[in-house]
């Protein structure tokens, strides 16, 4: 019998997390709009770029649980999820104290 293995696809959605929600590139969008006065643009992006790290990994946890026999759980989508979570507050925190000078 062959021992299950990580998901791949849990790889693919903390690459996403790096990449578009740690690195500035979330947080110039968010703070350029802001700055133009565009908040509903600010929150449209903060909703899709977090929707496009979680869905890999929703989507990841939703086949590791349906085939445990195929897939085992992996500590990096706890990881994922923490970095999901601290970017919520953080834009949280830039969309209500954020000032338009």
Request: zero cysteines.
């Amino acid at each position: 019998m062959n021992e299950p293995k990580y998901h791949p696809v849990t790889f693919v959605a903390f690459l996403l997390a790096i990449f578009i929600l740690v690195w500035p590139v979330q947080a110039d969008m968010v703070v350029s709009s802001l700055r133009a006065g565009r908040i509903v643009e600010a929150i449209l992006t903060v909703a899709v770029t977090i929707a496009a790290v979680a869905a890999p990994l929703i989507f990841a946890q939703w086949t590791t649980r349906r085939h445990p026999e195929k897939w085992k759980s992996r500590l990096l989508t706890k990881l994922t999820w923490v970095i999901i979570l601290l970017n919520v507050a953080m834009n949280v925190g830039i969309l209500v104290n954020f000032r338009v000078k």
